[in-house]
C-alpha cells in the first residue's frame, strides 16, 4: 500500500498568517490526490483535487501543487474558519490511502 | 442538487452485524463509482471499500476485506455496506462518498462495536 506521509501533525496560527501543509507519498502517484478539510461533527470538505484544482465553492486563499511523490497545501491567509483538520489523499491506486492529519488551531 | 444520506448505523455487538445505506439523489447514480469512508473515535480518515458503477468491481481496505461486503441496487439508487464479524475497532462514523473529486459526501452514520 501506498503511504502517505503528511507533516506536520499539528500547527498553531493566527488569523492572517499563510500556512502550508505537505504530504508526501511512498512512491509516485501523479496527481492522484486531493485534500480534505474536516471539522468535528461534519462530513469531510474536498477542497482540491487532481493535486492543483479547486474545488467549486472553496475560497481561493486555498492552493494545492505538486505532482508525483510531493504535495502541498496551502492557505494564503488564514481565516477563523479555517482552524480545522486537513487530510491528503491518494487516489492512484487501492487501498486508497489518506496521511495522519494535520491539526490547525488558533495561536 | 446531489444528496446522500446514510442510515443503518446503531450499537451491536462484537461478533455481530449490521447493514449501512446510503440513498443518493441529483445524479445519474449508475454512472459513478461509489465509496465507504470511516473515522473512528479519536482517529483519522479512513477509506473502506470501493465498487464501480455496474457494481461488478468492488476494493477493500485490508482490514474490512473478508468481513465487509460493498453492493449497490442501481435501481434503487442506494449504496450498501454489509458488515459482519463487527470488531470493537470498527466503531466509527461511516460516510458514503461520490467519486474522488466529486466531492460529494453523506452526513454519515454511526456505528458502535461494544458489548
Known amino acids: 500500500a501506498i503511504q502517505m506521509t503528511q507533516s506536520p501533525f499539528s500547527l498553531s496560527a493566527s488569523v492572517g498568517d499563510r500556512v502550508t501543509i505537505t504530504c508526501r507519498a511512498s512512491?509516485?502517484?501523479?496527481?492522484?490526490l486531493s485534500w480534505y478539510q474536516k471539522k468535528p461533527g461534519k462530513a469531510p470538505k474536498l477542497l482540491i483535487y487532481?493535486?492543483?484544482s479547486l474545488q467549486s465553492g472553496v475560497p481561493s486563499r486555498f492552493s494545492g501543487s505538486g505532482s508525483g511523490t510531493d504535495f502541498t497545501l496551502t492557505i494564503s491567509s488564514l481565516q477563523p474558519e479555517d482552524f480545522a483538520t486537513y487530510y491528503c489523499?491518494?487516489?492512484?491506486?487501492?487501498?486508497?490511502?489518506f496521511g495522519q492529519g494535520t491539526k490547525l488551531d488558533i495561536k | 442538487e446531489v444528496q446522500l444520506l446514510e442510515s443503518g448505523g446503531g450499537l451491536v455487538q462484537p461478533g455481530g452485524s449490521l447493514r449501512l445505506s446510503c440513498a443518493a439523489s441529483?445524479?445519474?447514480?449508475?454512472?459513478?463509482?461509489m465509496n465507504w469512508f470511516r473515522q473512528g473515535p479519536g482517529k483519522g480518515l479512513e477509506w473502506v471499500s470501493t465498487?464501480?458503477?455496474?457494481?461488478?468491481?468492488?476494493y477493500y481496505a485490508d482490514s474490512v476485506r473478508g468481513r465487509f461486503t460493498i453492493s449497490r441496487d442501481n435501481s434503487k439508487n442506494t449504496l450498501y455496506l454489509q458488515m459482519s464479524n463487527l470488531r470493537d475497532d470498527d466503531t466509527a462514523i461511516y460516510y458514503c462518498?461520490?467519486?474522488?473529486?466529486?466531492?460529494?459526501w453523506g452526513q454519515g452514520t454511526l456505528v458502535t462495536v461494544s458489548s
Open positions: 462518498a461520490n467519486s474522488i473529486g466529486t466531492g460529494y
Open positions: 441529483g445524479f445519474i447514480f449508475s454512472n459513478f463509482a
Open positions: 465498487i464501480g458503477g455496474t457494481g461488478s468491481t468492488t
Open positions: 512512491q509516485g502517484i501523479g496527481n492522484d
Open positions: 487532481v493535486a492543483s
Open positions: 489523499l491518494q487516489h492512484y491506486n487501492y487501498p486508497y490511502t
